[in-house]
């Protein structure tokens, strides 16, 4: 026997619980964390620390192109990072 589905609102309720116990001071209901911004955030540590195999994983996207191009920021300022570090070393 499966568990039972968890719902949207479901998630919303413990995302808010959360933030309550954590002390997050959101100023309005509608905006404590959403679960689509959990579980990017959870996919963006990932994929700065495991590669975009891992997010990809994740996600469940079929597609290796889609995780890569939702993440293509973190990949250039990384590129950025380094093409300054060796810019400006001497």
Do not use: F, W
């Amino acid at each position: 026997m499966q568990p039972p589905s968890i719902t949207t609102t479901t998630v919303r309720n413990i995302l808010q619980r959360l933030c309550n116990e954590g002390r997050i001071d959101v100023e309005e209901e509608h905006e404590y964390l959403k679960p689509h911004g959990a579980r990017r955030g959870i996919s963006k540590a990932l994929y700065k620390g495991h590669g975009h195999e891992a997010a990809q994983k994740a996600l469940r996207h079929k597609d290796p192109s889609t995780t890569s191009e939702m993440y293509a920021d973190i990949k250039a300022g990384e590129v950025a990072e380094i093409t300054n570090e060796v810019l400006t070393d001497e």
